[in-house]
T-cell receptor, first 113, second 111 residues
Framework: EAGVVQSPRYKIIEKKQPVAFWCNPISGHNTLYWYLQNLGQGPELLIRYENEEAVDDSQLPKDRFSAERLKGVDSTLKIQPAELGDSAVYLC???????????FGEGSRLTVL | GEDVEQSLFLSVREGDSSVINCTYTDSSSTYLYWYKQEPGAGLQLLTYIFSNMDMKQDQRLTVLLNKKDKHLSLRIADTQTGDSAIYFCAESIVDFNKFYFGSGTKLNVKP
């Protein structure tokens, strides 16, 4: 069974440029999460989807961040415009509904210059 | 938000036991988890314990939960160099689709 797939693995951009990350969760997993992981820190939730509905986006900086999961399967996280402080790893995770175990992708490492 | 605290570093010799500690603040935690992160990779679930349990053993891993003190520990027996990684403690609160992670403990295993 394929795990959670994220792309790109690495992205380097200049500040004020846009960037997008893509995530394909494990087949059949209804719940999808985007987490932000700063260097030396644990993951912090940005947004959680149940199927195509964003059920928790309270920590998403909505002035520059957006996310979508149109058909309840894969998801895109966008930052526009990027700032220096956005340099971090963006992790996608999924779980079967009601299961409680998170399956993580390898992450997308963003460097903003 | 919920506060999950861990020490930053632990160094042990190969073959010794490692004990990684974690404290949390929310007494309504449903499950408590230990995740492992190797360099350049995502987090991988190692083990978890339900909040009404005191202990769980899984091969070389032993999880101890002291709910009164809100203290969780992970013991790795016969630690190997392949166990070198960052270990994250996490809790889920009531609605266990919400997870809160500690900052991670970097385990270094010396040959």
């Amino acid at each position: 069974e394929a795990g959670v797939v994220q792309s790109p693995r690495y992205k380097i951009i200049e500040k004020k440029q846009p960037v997008a990350f893509w995530c394909n969760p494990i087949s059949g997993h209804n719940t999808l999460y985007w987490y932000l992981q700063n260097l030396g820190q644990g993951p912090e939730l940005l947004i959680r989807y149940e199927n195509e509905e964003a059920v928790d986006d309270s920590q998403l900086p909505k002035d520059r961040f957006s996310a979508e999961r149109l058909k309840g399967v894969d998801s895109t996280l966008k930052i526009q415009p990027a700032e220096l402080g956005d340099s971090a790893v963006y992790l996608c995770a999924s779980s079967p509904q009601g299961d409680g175990e998170l399956f993580f992708g390898e992450g997308s490492r963003l460097t903003v210059l | 938000g919920e506060d999950v605290e861990q020490s930053l570093f632990l160094s042990v010799r190969e073959g010794d036991s490692s004990v990684i500690n974690c404290t949390y603040t929310d007494s309504s935690s449903t499950y408590l988890y230990w995740y492992k992160q190797e360099p350049g990779a995502g987090l991988q679930l190692l083990t978890y314990i339900f909040s009404n349990m005191d202990m769980k053993q899984d091969q070389r891993l032993t999880v101890l939960l002291n709910k009164k003190d809100k203290h969780l520990s992970l013991r790795i027996a016969d630690t190997q160099t392949g166990d070198s990684a960052i270990y994250f403690c996490a809790e889920s609160i009531v609605d266990f689709n919400k997870f809160y992670f500690g900052s991670g403990t970097k385990l270094n295993v010396k040959p």
